[in-house]
């Protein structure tokens, strides 16, 4: 570690990153101490931001599991999923159907580095330095297309990740790129933070802790969420609160009822 905060790879260890965040309100232990102040931060600002990360984690798992299971999806591109936790979404598929293929993109070089040591000696799972914002060099990373095959059915993943890319990027117009890319019978899958719901002024407080951070924080209208799905046909129950998305029988959320939004859509023939 230098006096600038970086380490001897060049990683910004001074500046709160989202992914490492997200990471150590999961349990994770892959921060630094700025990432663990902001995490703090917001804890202080919304005390239970832990279980809403840990539903929205959830509402992955269910969703990769359908979408493994009843969909009969066999490859998954995971944009943005941050660092490696428990419940990787190989880890989840492959239960369901041993044979997923599963590529992994994020442009952090800690998220890439620590994906590409987890997964070195995994079969059909990749981890590619990229930057979701830019469709055409995702699916022409040559990890990206040495596995995956957009001429099938690929399920899209973008959890917790489209509320930190700005309306300047134009994200609805990135995510159409993905979904016009999509071979019919595809899937895809968003959690957002959405404008409904704000409690004591919650969503400006975490604002502003991410005004420090790698990403800044852009909540949107649930009628901007519903677009990023275009003409896909939404999965029952639609797209709701992340808590009440085929929840498994008798589970009980760990954060509140109404946080944010999820939905899978299906592309139609």
């Known amino acids: 570690m230098t006096e600038r905060g970086r ?43 832990a279980a809403i990360a840990r539903d929205n984690r959830s509402f992955l798992g269910r969703a990769v599991r359908y979408l493994a299971g009843p969909a009969g999806i066999r490859q998954f591109l995971d944009l943005g999923g941050g660092l ?32 590409q040591a ?8 990749v981890m590619a330095l990229a930057d979701l914002r830019d469709p055409v060099s995702v699916w022409r990373h040559p990890d990206v297309a040495g596995l995956l095959d957009w001429t099938q059915p690929i399920a899209v993943l973008c959890t917790s990740t489209l509320h930190f890319v700005p309306d300047e990027d134009e994200p609805h117009k990135i995510i159409a790129e ?14 957002h933070g959405t404008m409904e719901e704000d409690p004591a002024g919650e969503r400006d407080k975490a604002a502003w802790v991410y005004r420090q951070a790698s990403s800044q924080l852009h909540v949107r209208s649930l009628a901007d969420v519903r677009r990023f799905f275009g ?25 509140r009822a109404q946080s944010m939004r999820g939905g899978v859509g299906r592309k139609l023939p």
């Open 7 to 49: 380490t001897a790879s060049g990683i910004d260890t001074t500046t709160p990153n989202v992914a490492r965040i997200y990471d150590y309100l999961l349990g994770g232990k892959d921060s630094f101490a700025a990432d663990r102040e902001a995490a703090r931060q917001l804890i202080a600002a919304i005390p239970d931001v």
């Open 84 to 115: 490696p936790t428990q419940a990787n979404v190989h880890e989840l598929a492959q239960g369901v159907a041993p044979g997923v293929r599963v590529a992994y993109v994020d442009n952090d070089p800690v998220v890439a580095s620590h994906g």
């Open 118 to 125: 987890l997964l070195a000696s995994r079969d059909r799972v």
């Open 178 to 191: 993905y979904r016009d890319h999509m071979a019919p019978g595809s899937y895809l899958a968003i959690t």
């Open 231 to 255: 003409s896909l046909e939404l999965v029952e129950p639609g797209l709701v609160w992340i808590t009440e998305w085929r929840p498994e029988p008798g589970a009980a959320p760990t954060g």
